[in-house]
């Protein structure tokens, strides 16, 4: 059983136990990348739901209820298991990946960088991917630098 602050729990360890837990069920017929990538996007629908219409929540979930943050902690779950999966089917070395594009995150926004402009500019920056991606033709357009 898996203890509070257990640091042994490792993405290898997740992705063993769902290929056991596929293997012992048989299921890995169902778990193409395609499936897991549909399953995964229906738990992050769960999980948003937890979230919908409550406004704004404070960092740390100060008020939240026992039941409500063992609810959150189960949907982030299975966001990370059938994404874990998914890697998996897909010969991705999640964690690999996942460092690799934590060290390009750092080229792309260097330290340097976000101490030279104002916190104004630093929040568009943050935000350039989705201002980047949206549709909206009505955006201040506000540019850094
Ligand atoms: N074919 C499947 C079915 C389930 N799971 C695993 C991954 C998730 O961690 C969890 C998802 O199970 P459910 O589909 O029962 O979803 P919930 O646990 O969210 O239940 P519910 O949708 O009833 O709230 O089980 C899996 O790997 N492969």
Wanted: charged letters at 30%.
């Amino acid at each position: 059983m898996v203890k509070e602050g257990d640091h042994s729990v490792t993405l290898d360890l997740l992705k063993q136990k769902m290929a056991e837990f596929a293997k012992e069920r048989d299921w890995g017929q169902f778990h193409s990348p395609r499936n897991l990538l549909l399953a995964l996007v229906g738990e992050v629908g769960e999980l948003s739901e937890i979230f919908q219409w409550k406004g704004e929540v404070p960092k740390g979930l100060p008020d939240w209820k026992d039941e409500e943050r063992v609810h959150l902690g189960e949907e982030l779950s299975d966001v990370l298991l059938y994404l874990v999966q998914l890697s998996d089917v897909c010969g991705i070395d999640l964690g690999r990946a996942a460092l690799r594009k934590v060290e390009l995150n750092a080229l792309k926004y260097p330290v340097s960088l976000s101490k030279l402009v104002s916190s104004k500019d630093q929040e568009v920056i943050a935000n350039k991917t989705l201002v980047d991606n949206s549709d909206t033709s009505g955006t201040d357009g506000a540019e850094s630098g």
